[in-house]
């Protein structure tokens, strides 16, 4: 059984994956903003409190999750977030800030950090969490898009830097999964974010961590490159089938 750090355990697909991973047995470090929440994610997991654009709290994080657990077998980078649909000439950047220091910078903050374990070690896994996102762009989307796309180079490199190392690299990137990132997207508005998944079946957090589940179970001489999951009602993040009533 493995040390598994996850991002963003405090909701949607990191905390149906902390729960999916914790019942499969693992030692289970949870991090998140919010850390009050993650009591009820996985009252039995180490849980600690974690701005992943934070470096200092990105340090004491990992310091406490290995003093817990022990040596990281695997980090998944999960905790990320879209703010916002406007458009570049509508726009005024805060946002963008947002999602870059999130989605890009928080990224690497956490992975150069365990990453001299896992050399060291010559074994590790990364599981990042990207998106439909990064392989095909939407108007009102740039920056969140770009940042996904961004990841997918980092991803890339990643696998070139390390290999040799034992350390495997992976990116599951869904599609519309039912969570709160389209309330986080539409800044609260519960009702607007209800309304992206009108007349279809989205995905839900627990079938990502099922496919997180797959690729933490592997063979270590089996690395999954990319995974992308979408529903069954969409093709890509434009092409979406919607039931009228
Ligand atoms: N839902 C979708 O349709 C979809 C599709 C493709 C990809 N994704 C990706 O899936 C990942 C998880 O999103 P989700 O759908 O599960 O949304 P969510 O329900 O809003 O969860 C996002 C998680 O990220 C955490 N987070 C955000 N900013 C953080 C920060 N600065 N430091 C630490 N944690 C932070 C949040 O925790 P706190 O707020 O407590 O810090 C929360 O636990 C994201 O990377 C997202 O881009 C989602």
């Known amino acids: 059984m493995k040390h598994i750090v996850l991002t963003g355990a405090s909701s949607g697909i990191g905390a149906a994956t902390a729960r999916k991973l914790a019942a499969d047995g693992h030692r289970m470090s949870l991090g998140a903003r ?41 980090l998944i980078n999960n905790a990320g977030l879209a703010r916002g649909t406007e458009t570049i000439l509508g726009a005024t950047g805060e946002a963008w800030r947002e999602m870059v220091e999130t989605n890009v910078m928080g990224v690497l903050h956490v992975t150069r950090r365990v990453l001299p374990q896992m050399v060291e070690r010559g074994s590790g896994q990364v599981v990042m969490i990207g998106s439909i996102a990064g392989h095909e762009t939407y108007e009102g989307g740039s920056v969140y898009c770009g940042t996904k796309r961004m990841l997918q180079s980092i991803t890339q490199a990643l696998r070139y830097e390390t290999l040799g190392h034992g350390i495997r690299v992976t990116s599951v990137d869904p599609g519309m999964v039912d969570t709160e990132f389209s309330v986080v997207r539409f800044r609260g508005d519960e009702a607007r974010a209800a309304s992206v998944y009108d007349g279809m079946t989205p995905l839900a957090g627990e079938d990502i961590a099922d496919v997180i589940s797959f690729v933490i179970s592997q063979p270590p001489h089996v690395n999954l490159d990319t995974i992308v999951v979408m529903p069954t009602d969409q093709a890509s993040p434009k092409r979406v089938h919607r039931r009228t009533t």
């Open 34 to 74: 919010r850390v009050e929440r993650l009591t009820e994610v996985a009252p039995d997991a180490f849980r600690h409190a974690l701005d992943v654009t934070d470096e200092a709290s990105v340090e004491t994080f990992l310091a406490a999750a290995t003093a817990a657990n022990g040596p990281i077998d695997v």
